[in-house]
């Protein structure tokens, strides 16, 4: 027979009835004065904001917290981890010390395991345009545009593995169930076009990235804020009326359709899934004639073809290319939150994607040709025609890599304790460097910059305040940067 485990002190005097009631007196107290402080504005912590959405109109434009800087906002995002210390993160001691054991880290473990030598860039650094800024050879058209860019060299993630990585880089969380930024972004600031959905993810011709539909998942917000994933190859599908129904007999039967959803929402108010239904199937029917167009790159002229790449002999470069263009015409028709992929995961470590551990300069020569040209040409194609006026863009990526090579490889592994991202457009500061890594590129120790900051500065951006814009779920007050978060002024114009 098991002993009773002895009570504790406090216990003991919560079993003396006088000494219980006048500690539950205290706590009762306590809830009380919480409360009294919040409904005069007392506390610290600032009120939530729900935006105001109807089911029937749920995507309908909604008003920004304060003046916003950006309308749009168009997410770049290379999964498998794009090196930054081969990219935009110029370490000279690489270059004199490599082959030297960084100081240190003797025994050192990373995600694969022990770490060798100090590595040199595989591609030489120069000085770029009038800010002089040093970007190296992996991305020549990208970095010729170094005198747009905002460069964030002090960003960290909380996660050395991609698939919770990813998750944060999209949803602020690195565990599963919660709504992606796109989906934030859409609840809270709605669409500016009815015909055309208010977020679109563009996966890689390749297919997806690790947690695939995490990265425009809803999770627990309105079904209706999810994003719709499409690109040039893949469009919607389904959009096209069969040739045996006739346009009238469509049309009285939407117009059925619509009476019986009319009446089970009425009698439903509540269930914002079957909202989201509705909503869903008018975006769609809107959608035959817009998403057709919107998909068509025919219209598009041979000089901006040429510019992007789209008829490059390599089919995966010039998927990538069409995807760029088609991320411009959705801007450009007013979607407020596009995600454009480069990189997928269906092809293996590195072969698909930019996770380079162990020969990461045969697979960085194969991505940097996807990337560069059609990537540097969406961004001089928006700025030309006016677009970075009102559009902001975030280049990112899950992780760094680390300034060694893996032992007995010639590759990087995961580091997610200094990398880089950069920003350009509506409201950023050009030819901009903020924070910094050591001198060996490993752990960012200036303005040290978290995902919740970067979320923070994008929302700021966009006219959204990052504390107060919120979803109550589960009796949590849910936000995307949850509790944490600053928005990132130094790179504000």
């Given at each position: 027979?098991?002993?009773?485990?002895?009570?504790?002190?406090?216990?003991?005097?919560?079993?003396?009835?006088?000494?219980?009631?006048?500690?539950?007196?205290?706590?009762?107290?306590?809830?009380?004065?919480?409360?009294?402080?919040?409904?005069?504005?007392?506390?610290?912590?600032?009120?939530?904001?729900?935006?105001?959405?109807?089911?029937?109109?749920?995507?309908?434009?909604?008003?920004?917290?304060?003046?916003?800087?950006?309308?749009?906002?168009?997410?770049?995002?290379?999964?498998?981890?794009?090196?930054?210390?081969?990219?935009?993160?110029?370490?000279?001691?690489?270059?004199?010390?490599?082959?030297?054991?960084?100081?240190?880290?003797?025994?050192?473990?990373?995600?694969?395991?022990?770490?060798?030598?100090?590595?040199?860039?595989?591609?030489?650094?120069?000085?770029?345009?009038?800010?002089?800024k040093w970007v190296s050879d992996l991305l020549p058209r990208l970095?010729?545009?170094?005198?747009?860019?905002?460069?964030?060299?002090?960003?960290?993630?909380?996660?050395?593995?991609?698939?919770?990585?990813?998750?944060?880089?999209?949803?602020?969380?690195?565990?599963?169930?919660?709504?992606?930024?796109?989906?934030?972004?859409?609840?809270?600031?709605?669409?500016?076009?009815?015909?055309?959905?208010?977020?679109?993810?563009?996966?890689?011709?390749?297919?997806?990235?690790?947690?695939?539909?995490?990265?425009?998942?809803?999770?627990?917000?309105?079904?209706?804020?999810?994003?719709?994933?499409?690109?040039?190859?893949?469009?919607?599908?389904?959009?096209?009326?069969?040739?045996?129904?006739?346009?009238?007999?469509?049309?009285?039967?939407?117009?059925?359709?619509?009476?019986?959803?009319?009446?089970?929402?009425?009698?439903?108010?509540?269930?914002?899934?079957?909202?989201?239904?509705?909503?869903?199937?008018?975006?769609?029917?809107?959608?035959?004639?817009?998403?057709?167009?919107?998909?068509?790159?025919?219209?598009?002229?041979?000089?901006?073809?040429?510019?992007?790449?789209?008829?490059?002999?390599?089919?995966?470069?010039?998927?990538?290319?069409?995807?760029?263009?088609?991320?411009?015409?959705?801007?450009?028709?007013?979607?407020?939150?596009?995600?454009?992929?480069?990189?997928?995961?269906?092809?293996?470590?590195?072969?698909?994607?930019?996770?380079?551990?162990?020969?990461?300069?045969?697979?960085?020569?194969?991505?940097?040709?996807?990337?560069?040209?059609?990537?540097?040409?969406?961004?001089?194609?928006?700025?030309?025609?006016?677009?970075?006026?009102?559009?902001?863009?975030?280049?990112?990526?899950?992780?760094?890599?680390?300034?060694?090579?893996?032992?007995?490889?010639?590759?990087?592994?995961?580091?997610?304790?200094?990398?880089?991202?950069?920003?350009?457009?509506?409201?950023?500061?050009?030819?901009?460097?903020?924070?910094?890594?050591?001198?060996?590129?490993?752990?960012?120790?200036?303005?040290?910059?978290?995902?919740?900051?970067?979320?923070?500065?994008?929302?700021?951006?966009?006219?959204?305040?990052?504390?107060?814009?919120?979803?109550?779920?589960?009796?949590?007050?849910?936000?995307?940067?949850?509790?944490?978060?600053?928005?990132?002024?130094?790179?504000?114009?």
């Open positions: 027979m098991k002993s009773t485990p002895p009570l504790s002190n406090a216990g003991r005097w919560m079993l003396n009835r006088r000494n219980f009631l006048l500690h539950g007196g205290t706590g009762l107290s306590g809830v009380a004065l919480a409360t009294l402080l919040s409904e005069q504005g007392l506390l610290a912590a600032k009120s939530p904001i729900r935006p105001d959405w109807s089911a029937d109109q749920p995507l309908a434009p909604r008003q920004p917290h304060f003046q916003p800087k950006a309308q749009n906002l168009l997410v770049i995002f290379c999964s498998g981890a794009c090196a930054h210390l081969e990219s935009w993160d110029y370490k000279p001691e690489l270059f004199r010390r490599h082959g030297q054991a960084m100081p240190g880290s003797s025994g050192l473990v990373t995600f694969q395991g022990e770490q060798g030598a100090l590595a040199r860039p595989h591609w030489e650094f120069k000085r770029r345009g009038q800010s002089g970095a010729e545009m170094a005198d747009d860019f905002s460069f964030i060299h002090s960003m960290t993630a909380k996660s050395n593995t991609h698939g919770p990585a990813e998750n944060q880089m999209s949803t602020g969380f690195t565990l599963d169930g919660f709504p992606s930024m796109g989906s934030w972004v859409s609840y809270a600031l709605g669409s500016e076009n009815r015909n055309l959905p208010a977020f679109v993810a563009i996966p890689d011709p390749r297919g997806i990235p690790q947690v695939g539909p995490n990265h425009w998942n809803s999770a627990f917000l309105p079904a209706v804020f999810q994003g719709v994933p499409f690109n040039a190859d893949k469009p919607i599908p389904n959009l096209a009326t069969p040739a045996s129904i006739s346009g009238a007999a469509e049309h009285d039967s939407r117009d059925f359709l619509r009476l019986l959803n009319e009446r089970h929402l009425s009698r439903h108010p509540g269930d914002t899934d079957l909202g989201a239904r509705i909503a869903s199937y008018e975006l769609a029917a809107r959608m035959q004639l817009s998403a057709a167009e919107v998909g068509d790159l025919s219209r598009e002229t041979h000089a901006t073809r040429e510019l992007y790449g789209v008829d490059s002999t390599d089919p995966v470069k010039a998927g990538f290319a069409r995807n760029c263009i088609l991320a411009r015409r959705l801007i450009e028709r007013g979607v407020r939150f596009v995600q454009l992929f480069n990189g997928a995961y269906a092809m293996g470590e590195g072969v698909g994607n930019w996770d380079g551990h162990k020969t990461l300069k045969t697979q960085y020569d194969v991505h940097r040709e996807i990337l560069d040209q059609p990537c540097a040409a969406l961004i001089r194609d928006m700025k030309d025609r006016g677009l970075l006026d009102n559009t902001v863009i975030a280049w990112v990526t899950e992780f760094g890599r680390m300034p060694t090579f893996q032992k007995g490889a010639s590759g990087r592994d995961h580091n997610p304790h200094g990398f880089t991202v950069w920003l350009t457009g509506a409201g950023v500061k050009r030819g901009h460097s903020h924070g910094a890594t050591d001198e060996f590129g490993y752990r960012a120790i200036e303005d040290v910059c978290t995902i919740y900051d970067l979320h923070a500065t994008l929302l700021h951006l966009l006219g959204v305040d990052h504390e107060r814009l919120s979803f109550y779920h589960n009796g949590t007050e849910r936000r995307l940067t949850d509790v944490h978060g600053e928005v990132i002024r130094g790179i504000l114009a």
